[in-house]
Structure formats: C-alpha cells, structure tokens
C-alpha cells in the first residue's frame, strides 16, 4: 500500500508500510501437511460409486468421479454441494491422485503396523502391509498445532469397532493422513481423526465419525448413518494496522518524526495453549529505490501498545509487549505469549503517534523524494 505523496515547498518524504500476512514455519524435523488442492473441500469422494444408507450426515462436498453415481442422498444429508462426475468432482479426483502419491513418497517413515494403545509424536509411519487399529491411538503434536502425522498402509487399513484416534498436545485433524494401498475399512461406532486417501474402496458400518476425510481414488465408497466433517486447520491469524502518511521537510539536520499505527489483534483459536511470538522486521529504507539516497542512519523504531482481551474473550492472561524496538531486516519480537497464555483474540490499541507510534529517523544527507520499506509482521511458535 503507497501512502499519498504530499507535496511540500521542499520535499516530503513518505514511508511506504507493506504489512504482510502473518505466517508460521513447522519445524523441519517434522513432515509438512499433504496438499488437497481442487479435493480440499469434499468430505467424501469415491472413484467408481458412492452408496449411503440411513441417515448420514456430511458437512462438505460429496461426489464421485470417474464414476457417476451417488445413491442414498437422501435419507443422508449434507450441506454442501452434490457432484457426480461433474467438473468439481474430476479435478477433486485429479487432485486426489496427485496428494496419494505424494503421501506414499513421504519419507522417512517409522515401521508401523499395530497402533493399538500408542501415543505417537508427528511423523511418517509405514506399514508393508496391513495397519490396523483396536483400541486407541494418540496423535499428539507436543505442542506445535502444525505438526502432521503420515500414515501409509501398503496394503489395507483396518479400524475395528469403538476403536478412536485422540488428538493431544494441539494436534489438529487437517494434519493427518491415511495412505492406504488398498481398501480402507471402519468398524461400527469408530472415531476416526484425519484425511484418508485410499487408491481402492472405503467402507464404513454404522455410526461411524470421521473428522477430516474419507476419499476412494478408483473405487467405491460406501456409508451407513455415519458422520464425516472436514475438520479446517485452525491458526494463528491477525488484522493489520494502517499506518497513518505523514510530510517530513528535509532541513539539512538529521529529525525524528513519529506516525500513528493502528489498531490491529492476534487471533489464536488453536486450542492448544502452546503460546506464540509476534515479531516485526523492516527492509531498508530507500529514496527512489536507492539505500544510498536514504541517508546516512535512516531508520525506524517501533514502540507496541499494550494488547487487551477482544470482546468476548475469557478472561486469561494476554500476549506481553516489549519496549521499543528498532526495526531491521533481522526480526525484532515485540509481543510474547509464554505457554498457558495468548489464547483467543487480543487486541493492539492504535496509538497517538506520539510515544507509542513509529518513529522514522529522517538523516541530514538523505535525498529529496519518497522514502519506501516494507514491514514484515510475522507469528510463531514461542523460540525455544
């Protein structure tokens, strides 16, 4: 966004503030989620047909493809839309065959089989034939909510009746992932958490719930009173604060001028309690696109205001300010959230543009016309 240019009898200089989207990095030991692409939003898709009995209920898209028929909606339900052999429906089938591959090539992979009563840290676990599951299986993500879990079944995958899969330590559903080679069954009234990508059919008996997925590339895909729901990575979010243009008129005298910064909020709806860091760098200034021409010491400093709870928040402790920082393009954190603390919307009051605002130093030798950088906010996961 380029702030108006005021014309003075001199020169003004304007601060050009790019505010990018808040973002995280997972930690490199641990795999990255599998890309749905066009199959993202479809709760259930089968490849050659897709059968429902009783009342089932999807909140998605359903569809098949290449196949063209769906039976038993209704009695089922769902509150997306309905695509047989349609052009949504080929590319969620495209798009599906790309992520199985990808899912199947992910390495390295622990040697698994039996997950009956494990608690598992994220990774890539494979089985040469069957992976079956009786009982219960913990995914927990130890605290990082992006942390993903890669199951691949060489052959099938086999959920037996009542058996769940728990999440722990803020591992969420959207990152898990069943790779199955064949077929891809669930037992009466089992829970199952995450995307299963199967290259054979998916058959699931009564009361079945599955958070997350149940996708069929080349065959069938058959239901009875069952429940899926895609379940949406929840993250970090943020609104970003408009900085408000100002004129400095060069004087020969190196001058610090102030802008106001405002209001914007940190969102953390993860659930996970594993806290977060908020940090901000700056490119160097520049006058028409030259560093040079920016002076001799151009720089910005900004103070943070103080976050309160957004309207609605429970009451808990917030993320802590720092004081002012100077800005570079090395990351300069100004508000932590220890663990235990941050969750839900904070929100960062605008300031006066005085004290707390941001402080541009304009230099005595710098060049007449505007002045440019780039702010980068950025959360993540608290350091060490």
Known sequence: MRLPYRSVRLVAAGWLVVLASFSRDAPAAT?????????????????????????????????VSPGTVVTGFPPGVFNGGMHAADAAAAQAHTDLVTAYLVAQARAP????????????????????SELSLAGTLTLDAGGDPDAAFIFQAGTTLSIAADSRVDLAGGAQACNVFWQVGGSATLGATSFLKGTILASGSISMDDGVRIDGRALARDGSL??????????????????????????ATLTGRTRTVHTAVGAWSVI???????????????????VGGSTSAAGTGARLTLTPATATPASGNPATTGPV????????????????????????????????????????????????????????FTTAPPAG
């Open 31 to 63: 795999p990255s989620p599998v890309g749905l692409g066009g199959a993202y939003s479809f709760a259930v898709l089968g490849g050659s047909t897709l059968t429902n009995t009783g009342m089932s209920t999807i909140t998605g898209e359903l569809g």
């Open 109 to 128: 992979a622990e040697p698994a089989g039996v997950l009956d009563g494990l608690t598992l840290a994220p990774g890539v676990y494979a089985a040469g």
């Open 222 to 247: 058959t239901m009875s009173d069952d429940t899926v729901t895609i379940a949406p990575c929840a993250s970090l979010s943020n609104t970003a604060p408009a900085i408000t243009p100002f004129d």
């Open 268 to 286: 953390d709806p993860r659930g996970s309690n594993a806290g977060y860091s908020v940090t901000v760098a700056a490119s160097a200034p520049t």
């Open 321 to 376: 300010t720092t004081s002012a920082q100077l800005l570079s393009t090395t990351a300069a954190t100004i508000a932590s959230a220890a663990a235990g603390t941050g969750q839900g919307g904070w929100d960062f009051p605008a300031d006066a543009g005085a004290a707390a605002s941001l402080a541009i130093v304009v230099p005595g030798d710098a060049s007449a016309g505007a002045y440019t950088s780039t702010l980068t």
